[in-house]
């Protein structure tokens, strides 16, 4: 089983549209969590971190439930500059901080 | 944008050879970090350095070697490249503190192995 699991795209949306992404990880001593976006080629870039009390930026919601080890991201209003993969990332302290990637989710966001 | 920089861009190797890639990490950054993105794949960790010392290792075999210099930036070596080593190869510098675990990615090393 994959330390941390995404759900498989692609996702095609039309603009304006509200896509959830799900994901769980395997290690209940995971610490910190993130999202992160990487567009096509090029590096992946931190989204937004996602804390046990759920956190918003814009359009942007994340949350987190450790008890059942399960992270969300909504983004609402789909915009078509919201194209890009979307990848999960844990990390634990225990571990030297590396981070651990989803295989992440594609998202097509069309006009 | 993050400071991260990565060299060279792009690298076509034959199988067997041997590859060095460079990171310069982000100004007061300790610690940097390798990874490798096959396609379609998230990033898989190879190992991060830290103060010149390796502090971790992903399941890479030993002929992924990696340095990291008294300025903290860090190079990552591969020998006998095989053709399932064509990947985008990241270095990501953070600061190591308890409380900070964001990594930031420099644009990444294009290797193919033909």
């Known amino acids: 089983r994959k330390e941390v699991e995404q759900d498989p795209g692609p996702f095609n949306v039309p603009e304006g549209a509200t896509v959830a992404f799900n994901c769980t990880y395997s290690n209940s001593a995971s610490q910190s969590f993130f999202w992160y976006r990487q567009d096509c080629r090029k590096e992946p870039k931190l989204l937004m971190s996602v804390y046990s009390s759920g956190n918003e930026d814009g359009r942007f919601t994340a949350q987190l439930n450790r008890a059942s080890q399960y992270i969300s991201l909504l983004i609402r209003d789909s915009k078509l500059s919201d194209s890009a993969t979307y990848l999960c990332?844990?990390?634990?302290?225990?571990?030297?901080?590396?981070?651990?990637f989803g295989q992440g989710t594609e998202l097509s966001v069309k006009p | 944008e993050t400071g991260v920089t990565q060299s060279p861009t792009h690298l076509i190797k034959t199988r067997g050879q041997q590859v060095t890639l460079r990171c310069s990490s982000q100004s007061g950054h300790n610690t940097v970090s390798w990874y490798q993105q096959a396609l379609g794949q998230g990033p898989q960790f190879i190992f991060q350095y830290y103060r010149e010392e390796e502090n971790g290792r992903g399941n890479f075999p030993p002929r992924f070697s990696g340095l990291q210099f008294p300025n903290y930036s860090s190079e990552l070596n591969v020998n006998a490249l095989e053709l399932d080593d064509s990947a985008l190869y990241l270095c990501a510098s953070s600061l190591r503190s308890r409380d900070e675990s964001r990594q930031y990615f420099g644009p990444g090393t294009r290797l193919t192995v033909t």
């Open positions: 990332v844990v990390t634990s302290y225990n571990q030297g901080g590396k981070l651990i």
